[in-house]
């Protein structure tokens, strides 16, 4: 089984709201990822943990706060977003976190800020 | 740090033709490079990954090459089908934990 799973499949939230996305992974992986893609653009890499710890924050602002509660589970936050944070959000998941580990996708979340 | 240059970035071909996508890439120490499908609305799937002790590797239709000397590899989609439209993306290794993307190439198999 090489399946990540992201809830939910959409959201739409206000300026003001919070809100979480979820990701799970039951392939024993040890790393797992936050990317966000804009249409027609790569994904760009927010966020890795490694080992249920995280291992890099890409600078991103705080209103996005990761959460790894196990090596299964991501939590991704959201506060106080902009409009222009409306994006796809993927996880990602990979056997301990290399390069040269396969990463492994979810379907993503579609996020709009309203 | 890496840099991946991918091209092209749209490309239409008819159905049963070949699609070629060509990836280079900066850093002579990077030793794995994966291809990903996405498909409209979905994330990336991992359709391809070739490492660097080998030239070419085949899955069916699907084939990756690589040269380490002049740094660049390439996906090769040979009989395309309708159903192989998408976005395919390269990447390579970026330092020990990340990996940078290609642009991405917009490929539309014509019926």
């Known amino acids: 089984d090489t399946e990540v799973t992201q809830t939910p499949k959409h959201l739409v939230m206000g300026m003001t709201n919070k809100k979480s996305l979820k990701c799970e992974q039951h392939?024993?992986?040890?790393?797992m990822y936050w990317y966000k893609q804009k249409a027609k653009k790569p994904p760009e890499l927010m966020f890795v943990?490694?080992?249920?710890?995280?291992?890099i924050n890409e600078s991103v602002p705080s209103r996005f706060s990761p959460e790894c509660p196990n090596s299964s589970l991501l939590n991704l936050h959201l506060h106080a977003l902009q409009p222009e944070d409306s994006a796809l959000y993927l996880c990602?998941?990979?056997?301990?976190?290399?390069?040269?580990?396969?990463?492994?996708f979810g379907p993503g979340t579609r996020l709009t800020v309203l | 740090g890496e840099n991946v240059e991918q091209h092209p970035s749209t490309l239409s071909v008819q159905e049963g033709d070949s699609a070629v996508i060509k990836c280079t890439y900066s850093?002579?120490?990077?030793?794995?490079f994966p291809w990903y499908k996405q498909e409209l609305g979905k994330g990336p799937q991992l359709i391809i990954d070739?490492?660097?002790?080998?030239g070419e590797k085949k899955d069916q239709r699907i084939a990756v090459t690589l040269n380490k000397t002049a740094k660049h590899f390439s996906l090769h989609i040979t009989e395309t089908q309708p159903e192989d439209s998408a976005v395919y993306f390269c990447?390579?290794?970026?330092?020990?934990?990340?990996?940078?993307f290609g642009t991405g190439t917009k490929l539309q198999v014509i019926p």
């Open positions: 990602a998941s990979s056997l301990q976190g290399m390069g040269v580990d396969t990463q492994y």
């Open positions: 943990y490694s080992y249920e710890k995280l291992s």
């Open positions: 392939m024993g992986h040890r790393a």
């Open positions: 070739i490492r660097s002790n080998v």
């Open positions: 990447a390579a290794p970026q330092g020990y934990q990340k990996v940078t």
């Open positions: 850093d002579s120490a990077s030793n794995y």
